[in-house]
């Protein structure tokens, strides 16, 4: 099967499983009378720690999205995932990789290596851009 379909299916996958553990997470606030169901802030400020990061690791998958999903669906809708296939397991190692340091801590090393993830899935995109770009626009 190509790496880039799996990788698109992984973090379409992953930004799911963090979207229902938020939907549980806050749903177990408001079962234990902890907080109104109308009583959430959209980026997770209100919420606890482990909540506050849980919103922003979900949220950060889903902005990160419009670049990372974009650029595979492109390689793929103009059958250049030759040029994705790659780096796709990387990359998505990668996402997975800075979610689960944004959910463990916020501590100084979690935010760096966070960011050392981060910038994987960054210059991967660059990369990608840029053999896109020179197989198109030759």
Sequence with gaps: ?????????????????????????RSSLVMRRKRAPNGFKADGSDSPPFGQRLTRAQANCVESFAFIGGLMLLALATDSAVI?????????????????????????LAVQIRFAFFLVQVGICLFWIMRLATKFMA
């Design 1 to 25: 099967m190509n790496e880039t379909i799996i990788a698109l299916l992984g973090y379409i996958a992953w930004m799911v499983i963090l979207l229902v553990a938020l939907a549980v997470y």
């Design 84 to 108: 994705t296939n790659g780096l796709a397991y990387v990359l998505l190692i990668a996402r997975l990789g800075q979610s689960l340091s944004h959910l463990i801590s916020t501590s100084n």
